[in-house]
């Protein structure tokens, strides 16, 4: 007895493994996407993104995605080594929450539930996972006299992928219009502290758009008030 229950659970491990998919990227050596490189690519996520695809409404005999009744579907993701992990996920839209920056390739099968007739799993569908952006701003001085300029840089420090970063500066939260350059040059009027602050975010140039995604560094300057011109006696 002891013997049959070691070898069903056995069975039922390897089943569970053969229908689990394995998380994290299919390929972590091929360049990310960009004007340059010309790599197809069907969707741009970044890490730690939850991964959102769907079947092609106008696959399937035209059959609409999950909401349609009567079809069943196999999701497919490629592993490192190339061969294929299946999701439990029957549903027309399978999700996934991205761990580590690469691609991610995925595959789909219908099966249509009243004839049993499944289809053969469709291309490959590619999704780049980006890595997350770190940055810092400085400053010329971090403080500085009413009236006096002073000049903000935006810093990436990593990462270093072959794409550009596109940026958007705010004074105290608010955008300042037109401030999208990698560094913004100011004067202050008052006395105050002023917190500036750059949303940087990739330059992809791709279509379709990647899922929005930018991160925020800041910086505090300190407008001092400014010293009057002395007298002679």
Not at 99 to 125: D, E, I, K, R
Not at 155 to 165: A, L, R
């Amino acid at each position: 007895m002891k013997k049959l229950i070691l070898i069903a659970s056995i069975t039922c491990c390897l089943l569970c493994a053969k229908a689990q998919v394995i998380p994290g990227p299919s390929d972590v050596t091929t360049p990310p996407p960009n004007t340059t490189t010309n790599v197809t690519v069907g969707k741009v996520f970044v890490a730690g993104q939850t991964i959102g695809i769907n079947d092609d409404t106008t696959s399937v005999n035209n059959a609409t995605n999950s909401t349609t009744a009567g079809w069943k579907f196999t999701w497919y993701k490629q592993k490192a080594d190339g061969s294929l992990s299946t999701s439990t996920i029957t549903a027309g839209t399978y999700t996934e929450v991205s761990t580590t920056p690469g691609w991610y390739y995925y595959g789909l099968a219908a099966t249509n539930v009243s004839s049993g007739c499944s289809s053969p799993m469709s291309s490959l569908f590619t999704v780049y996972v980006a890595p997350q952006i770190t940055g810092s701003v400085t400053a010329t001085t971090a403080t500085v006299c009413i009236n006096n300029g002073f000049t903000l840089t935006a810093n990436v420090i990593s990462p270093s992928i072959g794409v550009g970063y596109l940026y958007q500066w705010k004074k105290n939260g608010v955008n300042i219009d037109r401030a999208t350059n990698q560094t913004y040059t100011d004067t202050e009027p008052a006395v105050a502290a002023i917190v500036f602050t750059c949303s940087i975010s990739y330059n992809w140039g791709l279509a379709p758009d990647p899922l929005p995604y930018s991160v925020q560094v800041s910086k505090t300057i300190s407008i001092v008030a400014a010293v009057g011109k002395p007298g002679i006696k």
